[in-house]
Each structure stands twice: as C-alpha cells, then as structure tokens.
C-alpha cells in the first residue's frame, strides 16, 4: 500500500486508495517495519498485514 502519513508516534496511516474498499484508511504499527529505503518493508506478510490492520475509526 501507499503511506499517507505517520500517526502519532506507533501507526502508519496508508491511503485509502491503497484500502480494498478505496474508501477507508487502514493503520499498521511502525513495529511492523523492517527497513525503510524508497519503500516501506515490513516483516509480514500482505496476508497478515490484512488480517490485522487497523481500521479507520478503531482506536
């Protein structure tokens, strides 16, 4: 997905383009990061990263 911004200090927040739906913001944890180049790499998997996600809204 695409970064839209950090959230607060423990959240990336992704674009809702980058949502199934292309309607809401989904939210992962910067825990979730494994490097940053020109790219956002995580240490899950697409499958996990959305079996997980946050989504707007939930707090």
Avoid: C, N, R, Y
């Amino acid at each position: 997905g695409k970064v839209d911004h950090l959230e607060g200090s423990d959240k990336i927040k992704l674009t809702k383009q980058s949502s199934p739906d292309g309607v809401h913001h989904h939210f992962i944890p910067v825990g979730w990061i494994d490097h940053v180049d020109q790219h956002v790499h995580l240490t899950k998997s697409d499958a996990e990263v959305t079996a997980h996600w946050q989504h707007e809204g939930i707090k």
